[in-house]
């Protein structure tokens, strides 16, 4: 099965970042996110008391876009990790 054409899809870059892509009129179009973007993204998701479910599905998806070795990345994901546990004591 071939993809759609206007459906946009994951590439890794030739830094090893994740990129999104989307095909419009036969052309792809990349977009990167910076480091700056990436925790702007992650706060913004947990500024609410209520956290809804698709949240956590959300943070993770934006700490592939950082490569495996940043320390943004590891920190994060220690952030991610007690946002779950405490979410998870208060249901």
Do not use: W
């Not at 892509?21 to 977009?31: D, I, K, M, P």
């Not at 996110?33 to 609410?48: G, Y």
């Amino acid at each position: 099965m071939g993809e759609l054409p206007n459906a946009p899809s994951r590439h890794r870059n030739d830094h090893g970042r994740s990129a999104s892509a989307e095909r419009t009129g036969g052309l792809e179009v990349f977009a990167l996110l910076t480091e700056s973007e990436v925790q702007r993204s992650f706060r913004n998701l947990f500024k609410s008391k209520d956290v809804p479910p698709d949240t956590f599905d959300k943070a993770e998806a934006l700490l592939d876009e950082l490569r495996p070795e940043s320390p943004l990345r590891h920190r994060l994901s220690i952030e991610l990790e007690e946002i779950r546990k405490l979410h998870t004591a208060k249901a």
